[in-house]
């Protein structure tokens, strides 16, 4: 759920995979995203609505991964998938760090890329300050 | 009561207009994005406006969240508005909560994930617009708390295998119970075993979930329903 860069970039590994994929979003030209040897289903609409998500065939997804702009909107699909149609393997992404642990406290697969990203940087800029202090020192 | 509003819309506003002016003296806050209507429910309200995400922990810290007895979400999208219900509950433990749907399916998930109590404009208004159309279906009048049971309005068609009958020996599904009869000049009566189901009756009952299509037809079928189990 979700075509933006991560959505695209997500759909199109796993089809490559060899997995049966179906991308859903709320605007039609957010598949341009997708290169042309993308085999899997596109399907325009609103993804917090249960109507769309059972058109999907989301009770017989073995997984559900909900990438959108919107932190709650995310929550809330994620939710639906694990409540309402039993998706058994469901990942969250929310951006902010506060919501996110709320949410995984309430036993939600959930990652933070604020705090992945801030921690990636952090590890390089730690490593690189060491390699300038060892060329300082030598 | 200290309670707290998210979202500065029509509803919203004229909700905290209608807490503050109650007799009860209630605190009220409006917690709300957009800065131009902040800017309206201070200069009409007063001071009682936060301008802020009202699900963004740190406007929600601010706000007194911790102190608060109420919060109702009321946004124009239920994805907001399930998310501070939610929020509030776990990370403030605030007693109540209520969220505004605009799509009245999502009503079953909200309850499923905690949120105390659902408001649904979309199905009010269209039970209202039921109630003037001229069929003879079954209009939900409210949801009992808890329960799975509802409170439900059925009008009796002139040709109706029940007009005439008793509603002793009506079939209704298990868990019916008729508590109300409106008869087609108005009068209200209180049913009992002997109170007979005359043409055009609104009958008020109290049915299970699951149980209001068998309920509507065995009201409303104009031959008699095949006995249970055939």
């Not at chain 2, 001229?134 to 209009?139: D, Q, S, V």
């Amino acid at each position: 759920m979700g075509c933006g860069r991560v959505g695209a970039t997500l759909a199109t590994w796993l089809d490559a995979d060899g997995h049966d994929v179906t991308v859903l979003d709320i605007r039609p030209d957010a598949f341009k995203r997708l290169p042309p040897e993308f085999k899997g289903r596109r399907h325009a609409g609103n993804a917090i609505d249960q109507d769309v998500l059972a058109r999907v065939g989301l009770r017989q997804a073995d997984a559900f991964v909900a990438v959108t702009q919107g932190d709650n909107r995310n929550v809330m699909a994620t939710q639906m998938a694990k409540h309402l149609f039993g998706v058994r393997r469901t990942l969250c992404r929310i951006y902010d760090p506060i919501r996110e642990e709320i949410y995984r406290d309430l036993g939600l697969e959930t990652i933070s890329p604020t705090l992945v990203g801030a921690q990636l940087l952090k590890d390089l800029l730690d490593k690189q300050l060491v390699v300038a202090d060892g060329e300082a020192e030598g | 009561m200290y309670i707290i509003v998210v979202g500065a819309g029509k509803v919203g506003y004229y909700l905290a207009k209608e807490l503050l002016e109650a007799p009860e003296g209630h605190e009220v806050l409006i917690i709300e994005l957009d800065a131009a209507k902040v800017e309206r429910v201070t200069q009409e309200l007063g001071d009682i406006a936060l301008r802020g995400d009202g699900c963004e922990a740190a406007t929600m810290e601010k706000a007194g969240y911790g102190r608060a007895d109420m919060v109702i979400a009321v946004t124009g999208d239920d994805e907001d508005n399930l998310v501070v219900c939610q929020v509030a509950k776990a990370k403030f433990s605030v007693p109540r909560t209520v969220a505004r749907i605009n799509n009245p399916k999502n009503e079953t998930i909200f309850k499923q994930l905690g949120i105390d109590t659902t408001v649904s404009a979309t199905a009010a208004i269209l039970a209202q617009i039921e109630q003037e159309l001229p069929i003879h279906g079954l209009i939900q009048l409210l949801s009992l708390k808890g329960g799975g049971l509802e409170i439900v309005e059925v009008k009796v068609p002139q040709r109706a295998s029940v007009v005439g009958k008793r509603i002793g020996e009506l079939l209704l599904p298990q868990q019916s119970l008729i508590t109300l009869i409106v008869d087609s000049d108005g009068t209200p009566r209180v049913p009992s075993n002997e109170t007979i189901i005359r043409a055009e009756d609104q009958v008020v009952a109290v049915t299970r979930r699951e149980s209001e299509d068998a309920l509507r037809a065995a009201l409303t079928n104009s031959s008699s329903p095949a006995a249970p189990g055939r």
